[in-house]
């Protein structure tokens, strides 16, 4: 909300005006300057209420940074970061501030340590101000423990998990070991003790915002190098992992039973895939692309046999992108299309995944719901 806000999101703003989105933004609130997080909050707070706007661009909360001093970054090449001593008093003001005018917020959060000193805060404002209800979550929580899993169940609050381990596991198995590699995060634990859990990217600051990698490294436990990380019982079946990324993350956005599934009463989106995500074979999870998208019953994005359904597409700025050249997402080259004619008749093109995620399939960053 600083004065660069008009700057930065007028191309949004526009696009939102004209009802030109093509894909639904639950935007977060993020601090800018270091020892002003209190003021900047409780000059938005006075401002704007969470849920304003519409379906296509409305406010979600703060986040994912609350104050400068409880963020811990997360470069498995350089040792684990210790936060100030200052980062309790930082924190409990904006957490309280946050309760009292009943704004969700998300919390950076990498290490174990890290979110250890965090939900001491969250409890000792849930005490003088319940924060039941809020969709308070943390993001990342690559080593959080279960008694942390569960301090965060307690409290009412989840964890959205990314997948820069496909990144960067290799880096952190040589600093921290194959046995800390095989919980990072604990997606399944976190599951089974019934804690809600999303599916993002961390786009574009770690990886693109292309959802099927994401979908891969669920289901595989494997880098995009790959190197295999973890055991079956920390990996998802196709169905869990995509539920992460539809149905999980609506959670996220205070939109659960609003969109995430192919439902009557639902918001009507959905993604039309180039294959069938259930029977490909693992390693093809992560070549997926949408032939079809439909954002509120509107296609937004087309190709290949429905390509006559595709709204005119705008030039590519700067006309120099790579994307102008090779036409969108990197992908390998193309199959003969004898064999892309007999994937097409089997599987039909017809496997349809509810908000996986709109936009040419491209769905919640971290985090734009």
């Known amino acids: 909300m600083r004065r660069g806000r008009s700057y930065h999101y007028q191309i949004i703003d526009e696009l939102h005006k004209n009802g030109e989105l093509t894909l639904r933004i639950a935007y977060n609130l993020f601090t800018q300057k270091p020892k002003d997080e209190l003021a900047d909050l409780s000059r938005w707070t006075g401002r704007v209420k969470p849920g304003q706007g519409d379906d296509y661009y409305r406010h979600n909360g703060a986040g994912e940074n609350l104050v400068f001093s409880a963020a811990d970054f997360e470069d498995f090449l350089e040792p684990r970061p210790e936060l100030p001593v200052s980062m309790e008093q930082d924190l409990k003001p904006v957490v309280t501030l946050l309760a009292l005018n009943r704004w969700p917020f998300r919390l950076h959060a990498t290490y174990d340590e890290s979110i250890t000193r965090a939900l001491n805060i969250y409890e000792e404002v849930n005490r003088e101000v ?189 006309d120099w992108s790579p994307v102008a050249a090779y036409g969108g997402y990197a992908k390998p080259a193309l199959a003969p299309a004898s064999a892309r004619s007999s994937v097409a008749l089997a599987h039909n093109h017809k496997h349809v995944s509810a908000d996986c995620g709109v936009a040419g399939g491209f769905g919640c960053l971290c985090w734009a719901f």
Request: zero cysteines; proline letters at 7%; aromatic letters at 10%.
């Open 130 to 318: 319940p924060l039941k209800g809020l969709h308070w979550f943390i993001d990342h929580a690559e080593t959080i423990s279960k008694r942390n899993m569960e301090r965060v169940k307690a409290l009412g609050g989840g964890i959205a998990v990314q997948h820069r381990m496909a990144f960067q596991g290799e880096y952190f198995r040589d600093r921290y070991g194959e046995a800390a590699l095989k919980r990072t995060p604990p997606i399944a634990e976190m599951l089974g003790m019934g804690l809600p859990v999303g599916g993002g990217t961390d786009a574009t600051r770690v990886a693109s915002y292309n959802p099927f990698i994401s979908l891969y490294w669920l289901v595989t436990g494997k880098t995009v190098g790959g190197l295999s990380m973890y055991p079956e019982r920390n990996r998802l079946d196709r169905m869990d992992a995509l539920r992460l990324w539809t149905v999980g993350s609506s959670w996220f956005s205070s939109e659960d039973g609003k969109k995430g599934a192919i439902v009557p009463g639902q918001l009507a989106d959905l993604a039309v895939l180039s294959s069938d995500y259930f029977s490909i074979p693992e390693k093809e999870i992560k070549g997926l692309e949408s032939v079809l998208t439909v954002v509120g019953g509107k296609a937004v994005y087309a190709a290949e046999e429905f390509a006559e359904l595709s709204p005119p597409v705008p030039p590519v700025l700067p």
